[in-house]
């Protein structure tokens, strides 16, 4: 059941990526803006600067999407929702045209039409919606999709706790489970929504209980880290491509940035995020893979190079690519 | 064409008939909804179907509005060709979400990359005293998202043509059908005699392409769904006043026939737009507008006169609900005053 050498190195690599990433985007996003030392109110122009819009990080949830990428092949489809960079890279979504879409450059994967709440990729089988919890029926149909069609494709869900007190989660959980589809719902419990903590927003502790109302297996990942996902994952993936039928995962993650870029978090009691740090999945994940052996010193060093030099790359690209032309807006307004 | 070779069928087995053929030409194409299955839609607009083509390809769901949506979004991005229906277009408010932002936005925001070839089917109107839940049009609303395409079709013949049309189209379709139209005995008060002439084989009808209804030269009527109906009443009695109606059924909202009304008015210099949706915003000011935007092609002889649900929601009583919901004898009289009105 557990992860091989190979696989534990590819989620070690994936989480540091996501993290780079995501810190690299948060630096990248103030560009334009406002000087640092206001940079955490709200006096900005959020529509100013190379990457405009609203700005929703995914760092301190990259084991969730590690943990679950891992068993995806092929075929396999993921939905996300508006904080859904980490499944985008973790599912191989090309991170030069992703970054691209997210500068608004023509050559991102939407031509600059969706940006970085909208990301579509037909290649990996990609997609991602701003709207909480709206990503999860239509997973489900994925999911009856590939039931209709003989294929042995799984479709992922990805969502947060709050999306999971949406009526739109819990017909999409009847459903999948009514007609047993393969299909696995992973919410990451990342104690907001928004500004509200789960304890104001949510009647269950653990999200995972209300696998219980629609007869599918709910699993809890307690700790924040790549293995515990791993395992459960691979259960529900093997069950759903197996024609077993739905499972729910909650997943419990932290939330190291605002709902937004800018966001105040006037909400977020003193010392939580220096406690969260302090329990940071990515060091505590490399000081176990060194102690199995699995990594030395230099291979982190390297990793972490490696990745940068990756987003080096996605963002010069973004950077350097043109702008779609004017009359792009008035394009695709309906499939031919 | 002799009666006996004429093939006559109602509305809900015109519409029937389509998806039937089209299910048997493509295996993509399923139906997905609110008693679809077993019971063959409450507006029998998929009866015999789940015998036919079995459970999976004819599915009951329960009754989840945003699940079906989303689910038939889902599908549809991974090639399949969902029929979703929702029993009445009013059950809309219940999941406009994915309507509104998923299904009409997602080929736009992926830039052209993701395909969503669907259908979304419902019955709307009033006429039978079910109130302001059960007995709304609601095409403008639809027609103002962009996105979706949308189809009311006002006799069996466009019913088939449509629908086939609409399954094959690789956008998300908006198809209303209107109770007072299927030809259920429960349902029919249309006075119009409505032509259920239906050939046997598949036909397309292509969107944008208004038909003109009548002939005439002093009135242009634009009637859409079940106001055709009640315009051709209409035109009978004007014709025995001496007034000459021309009526045009633009067939599909989104896409929109401009030139086809552009021409009619040209002509008669007069237009009456009549829509049993609400006035306020709606399809008729558009078609006004279409007009107005063009004074410098378009010579009017009168103002144009809109007919529609005037800013209050449906009432239960039935002489209520004759008051609020536009008839033939309103059109005839808007017609009427129109001819002894002119423009400065």
């Known amino acids: 059941m557990s992860a091989t050498q190979e696989q534990k190195l590819w989620m070690y690599e994936t989480m540091v990526l996501i993290r780079e990433y995501e810190d690299r985007l948060a630096m990248a996003y103030f560009e334009g803006k406002l000087a640092p030392h206001i940079q955490k109110g709200l006096a900005f122009d959020i529509g100013a600067g190379p990457v405009p819009g609203e700005m929703h990080l995914s760092a301190g949830q990259e084991a969730a999407a590690a943990g679950v990428c891992a068993h995806l092949k092929e075929g396999d489809s993921v939905w996300g929702t508006h904080r859904t960079h980490h499944f985008a890279i973790a599912h191989g979504v090309d991170l030069n045209a992703m970054t691209a879409e997210i500068y608004g450059k023509v050559n991102g994967l939407c031509r600059g039409k969706g940006g970085h709440m909208h990301l579509f990729d037909t290649k990996t089988k990609f997609a991602c919606t701003g709207i909480v919890g709206a990503g999860i029926p239509q997973a489900v149909g994925a999911a009856l999709a590939a039931k209709q069609r003989g294929k042995d494709w799984v479709a992922v869900a990805e969502f947060g706790e709050g999306a999971s007190n949406q009526g739109a989660f819990h017909e999409a959980l009847n459903m999948a489970s009514l007609w047993q589809l393969p299909v696995v719902f992973v919410c990451q419990?990342?104690?907001?929504?928004i500004s509200v903590c789960k304890e104001n927003s949510t009647s269950v502790a653990s999200v995972a209980?209300?696998?219980?109302?629609?007869?599918?297996?709910g699993i809890t990942v307690s700790e924040n880290e790549p293995e515990g996902v791993f395992v459960a994952a691979k259960e529900a993936i093997e069950r759903a491509r197996g024609g077993g039928g739905p499972t729910l995962i909650e997943a419990k993650v932290f939330r190291y940035y605002g709902h937004f870029q800018g966001d105040p978090e006037s909400y977020r009691p003193k010392g939580e995020l220096d406690r969260l740090k302090e329990q940071d999945p990515i060091p505590r994940y490399a000081e176990q893979l060194k102690q199995e052996g699995v990594v030395s010193d230099d291979q982190l060093a390297e990793i972490k190079a490696g990745v940068n030099r990756r987003i080096d790359e996605a963002f010069c690209y973004a950077q350097e690519s043109d702008y779609p032309a004017r009359e792009e807006a008035f394009q695709h307004a309906f499939a031919q | 064409m002799s009666e006996s070779k004429v093939r006559n069928k109602a509305y809900y087995q015109a519409m029937t008939e389509a998806i039937a053929q089209e299910m048997e030409r493509d295996e993509s194409v399923f139906c997905l909804g609110e008693d679809v299955g077993q019971m063959g839609g409450v507006f029998q607009s998929t009866v015999g179907l789940?015998?036919?083509?079995?459970?999976?390809?004819?599915?009951?769901t329960p009754i989840s509005e945003t699940g079906i949506m989303g689910v038939a979004l889902g599908a549809a991005a991974e090639g399949m060709r969902p029929i979703a229906e929702l029993m009445f277009v009013d059950f809309m408010g219940v999941c406009f979400g994915q309507i509104m932002n998923e299904i009409a936005k997602v080929h736009y925001m992926s830039g052209g990359n993701v395909n969503l070839p669907m259908v979304i089917t419902a019955s709307t109107g009033g006429g039978f005293s079910d109130a302001a839940q059960h007995s709304q049009t609601l095409?403008?609303?639809f027609a103002h998202v962009p996105g979706l395409k949308v189809v009311a079709p006002s006799n069996p013949y466009?019913?088939?043509?449509?629908?086939?049309?609409?399954?094959?189209?690789?956008?998300?379709?908006?198809?209303?059908?209107?109770?007072?139209l299927l030809g259920l005995p429960v349902m029919g008060y249309v006075e119009a005699e409505i032509d259920n002439h239906v050939p046997a084989e598949q036909y397309a009808i292509p969107f944008g392409e208004a038909r003109k209804v009548r002939e005439g030269t002093d009135v242009t009527i634009v009637g859409f769904s079940q106001t055709v109906a009640k315009a051709v009443i209409a035109g009978q009695?004007?014709?025995e006043r001496g007034i000459s109606a021309e009526i045009i059924d633009p067939r599909t909202l989104v896409p929109f026939d401009t030139e086809t009304l552009i021409e009619s008015v040209s002509k008669t210099g007069r237009l009456i737009v009549v829509d049993e949706d609400y006035l306020n915003y709606g399809m008729t000011g558009e078609i006004a507008a279409m007009i107005a935007e063009r004074l410098d092609r378009v010579k009017l002889k009168a103002p144009i006169r809109r007919l529609g649900i005037p800013g209050v929601s449906i009432p239960y009583s039935r002489p209520l609900e004759q008051a609020a919901i536009p008839q033939a004898d309103d059109i005839i009289d808007t017609a009427v005053e129109l001819m002894k009105m002119t423009v400065n």
């Open chain 2, 158 to 180: 466009d019913a088939k043509g449509l629908m086939t049309t609409a399954i094959r189209d690789n956008n998300p379709v908006v198809y209303l059908f209107h109770k007072a």
């Open chain 2, 139 to 141: 095409h403008g609303l």
């Open chain 2, 50 to 60: 789940h015998a036919r083509f079995g459970p999976e390809r004819v599915m009951d």
């Open chain 1, 209 to 217: 209980d209300r696998a219980a109302a629609y007869s599918m297996p």
């Open chain 1, 189 to 193: 419990d990342n104690n907001y929504g």
């Open chain 2, 237 to 239: 009695k004007l014709e």
